[in-house]
């Protein structure tokens, strides 16, 4: 079953920049170090079995498999249905093999010659160069494996995970500590895999270990809450609200069951080690002491604000807001909005928090009542426009508003003179609410203003309409007097 964290929107105050570089430099690192490497091992494939090499060779490494990968060697001893093209690419994929070959008194200066062709051109990979192999542990692999991917489909999938818990990541911990989680996970992941590993000498690719890591970390920074997740069994798909917690125990389970199971060439206990390493990362992140300085690339840290005598209830409430614990958290915000309602600082920390479940509809009701107190208070306006933009971006659209909010945010825009911004609401308006009362009084006020503008199309369309849709009324007359004069 795939389970995909759905709690958290992206922010746009705090886009996710690290998560973005980090898959930029994976998808450079694989266009510039790996697009050759299949030209490279077919080149070294085609020579290898015309020179005879495989021939050659072919019993040397069943012997060598043998002494050193007893798995191996029993998946390709007498195996009669096992390709040629196979065996050559577990031969040359193999950098210990051409060490070993070259302890053997049988092995001639031909054999030599040929093999340094094929090892001079496997040299050019990015298997030979930048994999972590556990037989030769190297700390330059254990980083720069976490860069290499075994084809396109392997890094277009881990590129999503990356997002889809990296910027979740980003926003709850920050760019410093989400980094070092990352660091630090792919490095267990590396560690892990060559303590649990039975085969030292097949190779480590892939940012798994320390995407792992980042869905450890996810689960740990909430633990015991209940987190929205998306889910997908077969046909089945929808949300869940689950524990983070057993949702960590399940993606271990995952992980252990299927490298007892599979006998595929993922690397489930790299995996099983970049999760607990992200788990006790935020865990340590969540609960040690916390210095004075908070870090300033974190959406979820405590804004400055003046004294106020409401300020301990208000650093109350960020402080639930950071341990997560929201439901406390908006019962104070919005108890400080009661208490203080000309504070824009209460809004906008509990717009963060409703933002977090921009569908629900307290989320709506706070819009609404941000675009109305933005009509009465000029610095609302900002905020005001960023829920609005909120509110299209997520598909609701101006629909989660009631006619009346619009129609007096419309004619505040108007009044201002800020006609661009207010015809989109007026069009909406006319489309779905035609029939309220104050809408006639708003057209005509946007009429004239278009008007003074020398937006005479707009002003006569306006006007025509008034004329008609309304014409037994007061504006309607009005409208029509206007249109005969100017004609």
């Known amino acids: 079953m795939l389970l995909l964290p759905a709690e958290n929107g992206i922010s746009k105050k705090n886009p996710p920049y690290l998560t973005i570089t980090l898959i930029l430099i994976n998808i450079i690192a694989y266009i510039v170090l790996q697009t050759n ?91 030979y160069s930048y994999a972590y192999y556990p037989s030769e542990p190297s700390v330059f692999t254990a980083f720069t ?56 000498y097949v190779p480590l690719v892939g940012a798994s270990g320390a995407i792992a890591g980042l869905m450890g970390g996810f689960c740990g920074w909430y633990g015991l809450k209940n987190i929205r997740y998306f889910y997908w069994l077969f046909v089945i798909f929808d949300y869940i609200k689950l524990p983070a917690a057993l949702v960590f125990f399940y993606f271990l389970a995952k992980e252990y069951i299927m490298s007892v199971i599979s006998d595929d060439n993922v690397a489930y206990m790299a995996h099983f080690g970049g999760l607990v390493a992200g788990f006790i990362c935020a865990l340590l992140f ?64 509990l717009y963060a928090l409703e933002k977090i479940n921009p569908s629900s509809q307290t989320f709506n009701e706070l819009c609404n009542r941000i675009v109305l107190r933005s009509v009465k208070d000029h610095q ?48 909406f308006v006319v489309k779905h609410y035609d029939f309220n009362e104050q809408l006639p009084k708003l057209l005509f006020q946007f009429g004239l203003a278009c008007e003074k503008n020398d937006d005479h199309m707009t002003y006569k369309k306006v006007f025509t309409y008034l004329s008609k849709k309304h014409s037994d009324t007061f504006i309607g007359e009005e409208a029509k007097k206007a249109l005969a004069n100017s004609g």
């Open 380 to 427: 609302f306006a900002k905020l005001a426009d960023v829920a609005l933009g909120e509110l299209t971006s997520n598909g609701q659209g101006l629909k989660a508003l009631p006619a009346e909010t619009l129609i007096q945010y419309a004619s505040h825009l108007v009044q201002k003179g800020e006609l661009h911004q207010a015809k989109p609401i007026i069009n």
């Open 145 to 200: 494996h976490m860069f290499m991917h075994g084809g396109i489909e392997h890094l277009l999938g881990n590129m999503l995970f990356l997002f889809l818990f990296g910027f979740n990541l980003e926003l709850l911990l920050g760019r410093g500590k989400m980094l070092a989680l990352y660091i630090v996970s792919g490095l267990a992941a590396v560690t892990f895999f060559s303590i649990t590993t039975t085969d030292k």
């Open 37 to 127: 490497d299949n030209k490279v091992f077919s080149d070294a494939s085609e020579y290898y079995v015309k020179s005879g090499l495989l021939e050659q060779e072919r019993e040397v490494f069943e012997e060598y498999a043998l002494e050193n990968r007893n798995e191996l060697y029993r998946s390709i001893h007498n195996n009669q249905y096992l390709p040629d093209g196979y065996l050559v690419q577990l031969i040359l994929a193999d950098k210990h093999f051409t060490h070993y070959i070259k302890t053997l008194s049988s092995y001639s200066l031909d054999w030599r010659q040929k093999r340094e062709n094929v090892n001079e051109t496997l040299e050019d990979s990015s298997l």
């Open 286 to 349: 969540k609960y040690l002491p916390k210095s004075d300085s908070v870090d300033k690339d974190t959406e979820v840290s405590v804004p400055e604000v003046d004294t106020h005598p409401l300020k301990a209830k208000y650093d109350e409430a960020c402080s639930a807001f950071q341990q997560l614990e929201f439901d406390r958290a908006r019962t104070l915000l919005s108890q400080l909005i009661e208490q203080d309602p000309q504070n824009i600082d209460y809004y906008s920390k």
